[in-house]
């Protein structure tokens, strides 16, 4: 079971900056998030800088690793 089954699905997404602020203070690189969530680095980089934001089940996982990230990031 990956991360985000474990951790089910959430629709809210913290900020841009919010983001890369989570993935940061965890370590992770934009390449290892691109590589969970099957989109390229560009699109991690556009979610990130507020360029563009996913949609669908891109958008479920996505929030559902953020709201796990935060949560051992000790923010929830």
């Known amino acids: 079971m990956d991360l985000v089954e ?3 699905t959430s629709r809210v997404l913290p900020d ?3 983001r890369r602020a989570l993935r940061r203070a965890l370590g992770i690189g934009q390449r290892e998030m691109a590589t969970e969530l099957g989109v390229s680095v560009q699109t991690i980089s ?3 800088n507020g ?3 996913p949609t669908g089940a891109r958008r479920e996982r996505y929030a559902a690793l953020l709201a796990r990230m935060k949560h051992e990031a000790g923010g929830g």
Do not use: I, L, S
């Open 51 to 53: 360029k563009a934001a």
């Open 46 to 48: 556009a979610w990130e």
């Open 16 to 18: 841009p900056k919010q």
């Open 6 to 8: 474990r951790v089910g």
